[in-house]
């Protein structure tokens, strides 16, 4: 029997100010969404308020989730495939289960909320230990892991949410594959101080940072690798410690983006 369902892929990220983290993270996952779904309209949303009307200020149209949902239904979609680029299943990721009617996180795969005869919500980057294992394996293939006497530091965002504790589920998901020198820190939760006591103890010759952000924008540019006095960068280098900085979101490696396909066509 032909299916008549008119089906929309939707790809929902937490946005970002920056053009080129915009093209760079946001648009490859999308592109790679809609190469591997070509059969379904294509739609974009961000969860972030802030950052969507910083844009619209600066003549940049950019959907909320609400007004995703509203153009698709004025559209006539009836089967929404909703793909979120969040890394955790973290606050911002459960307003997309808010908004198509799911007020906390479920294990369905697909829902039914009014509107929509058909809603499948993917995982973001990381929900359980399948995913903490898959992603160790590809990043321990995407970033430049350290010699014995060097360090590699993945700095996260951090969230006040129970997520939270899945950058320690990395760390020690590293260090079960053999790399123990690498750590884990949040730019919101991990301390300057707490921070340079783990360092210590490796007593590292070179360190080296990478983000561990969706995108690369402006909190890896300014926090992470700034030149102000207080970025990360600049509180290692005054410590006497020979750092650098690999500029790249996590969005923007194919290896990643395969994780997002992967887990939108788990659901189909």
């Known amino acids: 029997m032909k299916d008549n369902r008119k089906k929309a892929l939707l790809v929902v990220s937490f ?39 910083i844009l619209s200020k600066r003549g940049v149209h950019v959907d ?5 949902i509203l153009r698709m ?12 680029t969040h890394v955790l299943p973290g606050i911002e990721y459960e ?19 009014s509107g929509f005869r058909k809603v499948h919500i993917g995982r ?9 294992k898959e992603l160790t394996s590809v990043l321990r293939k995407t970033f430049p892991l350290p010699t014995e006497k060097e360090l590699l530091i993945c700095v996260g965002h951090g969230t006040r949410h129970k997520a939270n504790e899945i950058y320690k589920q990395m760390e020690d998901s590293f260090h079960k594959e053999g790399s123990d020198n690498v750590i884990f820190v949040t730019l ?11 360092i210590k103890s490796f007593d590292p010759t070179k360190i080296c940072l990478v983000p561990f952000l969706f995108v690369c924008g402006e909190h890896a540019r300014n926090d992470i690798g700034g030149k102000d006095a207080d970025s990360l960068l600049s509180l290692l280098k005054r410590a006497g410690y020979d750092t650098h900085v690999v ?12 994780i997002y396909v992967e887990h939108a066509r788990e659901l189909l």
């Open 188 to 198: 919101e939760g991990s301390g300057a101080s707490s921070i340079m006591e783990r």
């Open 124 to 132: 973001p980057l990381i929900s359980n230990d399948e995913d903490i």
């Open 73 to 84: 239904k004025e559209e006539g979609i009836d089967d929404v495939l909703v793909q979120p």
């Open 247 to 258: 500029m790249k979101g996590l969005g923007e490696y194919p290896l990643v983006q395969s």
């Open 15 to 53: 946005g970002t100010s920056d053009p080129g983290g915009r093209k760079n993270s946001i648009e490859s996952v999308e592109n790679a969404l809609r190469e591997a779904f070509p059969d379904r309209q294509f739609y974009r949303a961000w969860t972030s308020g802030m950052i969507i009307s």
């Open 95 to 113: 307003k997309i289960l808010k908004a198509f009617g799911v007020h906390e996180a479920t294990d369905e795969n697909s829902i039914l909320p």
């Open 64 to 68: 909320s989730l609400e007004d995703a």
